[in-house]
């Protein structure tokens, strides 16, 4: 080959490269303005949501003014369809892990894949059974949802079907659910609640999926969430708030003593006593049996927070000034106010997945949960 045809090959495979590079670009191009469509549709809708939110703005109830009086108002509120939620809902085991299973109660609409479907999961020691998941429940299938409720790994005296502990991070059992409702049941339109801890996990989950979550997640709705585990670890320590974190320890510890028994191979509960904070617990037992260094660093690699901007599912969160060990300031960072795919409502009272409002004509006195529905029903109707 002589120097003029190297020179005419050369020539050629130049106008090739680029050619190629220019298609790539434009490829690129196409890619950031549907990026940019698609924020945009997002804003659009959540303005949309936020301006219907305002019309019922949450008032609290008489009597319920503080957040400490709503969160312990609403816990032992009489009010929440227990007896048919308990009786009529198909109870279903996951398999999330080899060898760890967890148990979820499932309402199914007739003609269930013609449905929406809410998946929700409880807080840090709650279960399927706690009253906000049986009233969210209740209303999201009087709105046309199927539902299913999830307990947490070993919540809800299930103890028995895995050797290991929960954390606030565990976003794999999520996938995991939510891969074979999916796969399984052949459900194409999935909305995702969570409340507190379950709150923390939803956000997580969302912001791990990033640019590309799985097309079948509508919408994502966090009530109550534990965004900033440190944060609300220091504001549960606080002495005021002894009586929710004595609640906790007590259940927890109660836990320790449960897997002893069942996997006494694995479990020591010699000197739980001496655990008296949340944090020790965590350092104690969970940080070593996932793999953190202590408690801390389960608190900063669990955290929500970090993940939240770069969610790009349509995200509602709900989250009262005056949560009394939830802390509120680390959702004013600026992550979140930039992203165009969350709303987050803010109500200056409400207490801790609480929110019982003045009496309304058209709806029940539990504002945020009433709010999760409406927010699922306007994402699934648009």
């Not at 299930?158 to 999916?182: F, K, N």
């Not at 005021?240 to 927890?252: G, Q």
């Not at 609480?354 to 648009?382: G, H, I, L, Q």
Request: aromatic residues 10%; charged residues 25%.
């Amino acid at each position: 080959m002589n120097r003029t045809d190297e020179g005419s090959e050369s020539a050629v495979d130049s106008k090739s490269r680029l050619a190629g590079m220019s298609a790539l670009l434009e490829l690129r191009k196409e890619n950031d303005s549907e990026g940019r469509l698609r924020a945009a549709g997002a804003r659009v809708l959540l303005e949309k949501v936020n301006a219907a939110f305002d019309k019922k703005p949450f008032a609290p109830h008489r009597f319920f003014r503080q957040g400490d009086a709503q969160t312990i108002g609403a816990h032992f509120w009489p009010r929440r369809t227990h007896g048919r939620a308990q009786n009529e809902d198909e109870p279903r085991l996951f398999e999330v892990e080899t060898g760890t299973r967890v148990l979820a109660h499932c309402r199914w609409q007739s003609q269930r894949t013609d449905h929406p479907t809410l998946v929700a999961w409880h807080g840090m020691e709650g279960s399927t059974s706690s009253g906000y998941m049986l009233s969210v429940a209740d209303k999201a299938y009087q709105a046309g949802f199927n539902v299913v409720r999830v307990n947490l790994r070993n919540c809800g005296a299930t103890e028995h079907l895995t050797s290991t502990l929960y954390h606030a991070g565990q976003t794999g059992d999520l996938r995991a659910v939510i891969d074979e409702l999916v796969k399984c049941e052949r459900l194409s339109r999935l909305f995702l609640a969570g409340f507190s801890l379950g709150g923390n996990l939803v956000l997580k989950l969302a912001g791990e999926y990033g640019d590309d979550p799985p097309p079948e997640i509508k919408a994502i709705s966090a009530v109550s969430p534990s965004a900033d585990l440190r944060a609300s670890c220091d504001l549960t320590n606080q002495p005021r708030n002894w009586i929710y974190r004595y609640d906790f320890l007590l259940s927890l510890k109660r836990r320790i003593r449960t897997k002893q028994r069942l996997f006494p191979h694995l479990y020591d509960a010699t000197r739980l006593y001496r655990v008296r904070t949340i944090e020790q617990f965590d350092d104690r037992f969970v940080a070593p049996a996932f793999g953190f260094a202590n408690a801390s660093d389960y608190y900063a690699k669990a955290s929500s927070l970090p993940f939240i901007g770069r969610i790009r599912i349509p995200t509602l969160i709900i989250h009262a000034e005056d949560d009394p060990f939830i802390a509120f300031p680390p959702l004013r960072d600026p992550s979140i106010a930039a992203n165009p795919y969350v709303l987050l409502v803010a109500p200056e009272r409400g207490g801790h997945v609480a929110f019982v409002s003045a009496k309304r004509p058209d709806e029940d006195r539990f504002w945020a949960e009433n709010r999760v529905v409406e927010f699922c029903r306007m994402v699934a109707e648009s």
